[in-house]
């Protein structure tokens, strides 16, 4: 399966953005997703993981609360709803899946990544 994130952008601090993560591929119903963010600097970091079904969702503490992952399997994409944005929450966001879900995911837990989308939050 191939992965595309979209949606990055400027934003100032408690602002909002979504991004979304399109798969190509007829079986992205059968994948779980997650969403990673890599800001300067810094390691990439879990942030939020949907189930094949969309009925099971997992958080980092840091967004909880705060940002919302979705799916439309019909539409082949997933969405992370980002509200009350912080200028610690920039970093480069990426999309990435796997046939298992895992609640509290690293890295390696993903077979299919996609490439970075920027979100960019000022004070």
């Known amino acids: 399966v191939q992965l595309q994130a979209s949606g990055g952008g400027l934003v100032q601090a408690g602002g909002s953005l979504r991004l979304s993560c399109a798969a190509s591929g007829r079986t992205f119903s059968s994948y779980a997703v997650g969403w990673f963010r890599q800001a300067p600097g810094k390691e990439r970091e879990f942030v939020a993981a949907i189930s094949v079904s969309g009925g099971v969702t997992y958080y980092a503490d840091s967004v909880k609360g705060r940002f919302t992952i979705s799916r439309d399997n019909a539409k082949n994409t997933v969405y992370l709803q980002m509200n009350s944005l912080k200028p610690e929450d920039t970093a480069v966001y990426y999309c990435?899946?796997?046939?298992?879900?895992?609640?509290?995911?690293?890295?390696?837990?993903?077979?299919?990544w996609g490439q970075g989308t920027l979100v960019t939050v000022s004070s």
């Open positions: 990435a899946a796997s046939t298992t879900y895992y609640s509290n995911p690293t890295e390696t837990d993903y077979d299919y």
